[in-house]
């Protein structure tokens, strides 16, 4: 089945403040090269997804900071904390008239994979949605691909775009 993204944004976009937050501020930094990415969210809109990202420093760091910049928009909480070796992100967001309350939790060595497992509850339902789950699972490919730049993301169906210059045209 199939959903148009207008549905699918808010609730990703409520769900992964946390999640890129998380990842990028408390945890070690992601190796640069290649991260094949696979989310596996329940829910009322279920699905399965695999991308690519070609990363760096440079890239990641722009992510942390569009994150933060979200954060101070609409989240009235947003605790992260490390405890061995996962780090926990605690959310409460604003969106849309729903309050998004997100508690994720990523474990991994973030040189070569990671997991993320991240529980959204919105009050009232977001688009008739009370609640989300989402599984993200990350792995290190290798070298970025020739031709690839830093912010390069490829979906699956071959369709691409550079996260990195999406982030710099939202400032």
């Not at 998380?22 to 991260?35: F, H, M, N, V, Y």
């Not at 991308?51 to 009235?76: F, R």
């Not at 991994?108 to 008739?128: C, E, H, L, V």
């Not at 912010?151 to 990195?164: L, Q, R, T």
Request: include cysteine.
């Amino acid at each position: 089945m199939r959903h148009s993204a207008p549905i699918i944004v808010p609730l990703l976009l409520a769900t992964g403040i946390a999640a890129n937050v998380a990842i990028a501020a408390d945890a070690p930094a992601r190796k640069s090269g290649l991260w094949e990415m696979t989310n596996v969210m329940s829910g009322a809109y279920a699905m399965t997804q695999t991308m690519q990202q070609c990363v760096d420093e440079k890239t990641d760091k722009l992510t942390e900071q569009s994150g933060m910049q979200e954060a101070q928009k609409h989240c009235s909480k947003n605790e992260i904390s490390r405890s061995g070796n996962k780090v926990i992100s605690d959310s409460v967001c604003k969106f849309e008239g729903t309050t998004a309350t997100t508690h994720a939790e990523f474990t991994g060595d973030f040189g070569s994979n990671y997991r993320g497992d991240i529980k959204t509850t919105y009050s009232p339902p977001m688009q008739g949605m009370a609640g989300m789950q989402m599984t993200i699972t990350a792995k290190w490919l290798g070298p970025c691909k020739p031709g690839q730049k830093p912010g390069d993301v490829i979906m699956p169906g071959g369709m691409k775009f550079n996260a990195a210059d999406m982030q710099k045209g939202m400032k």
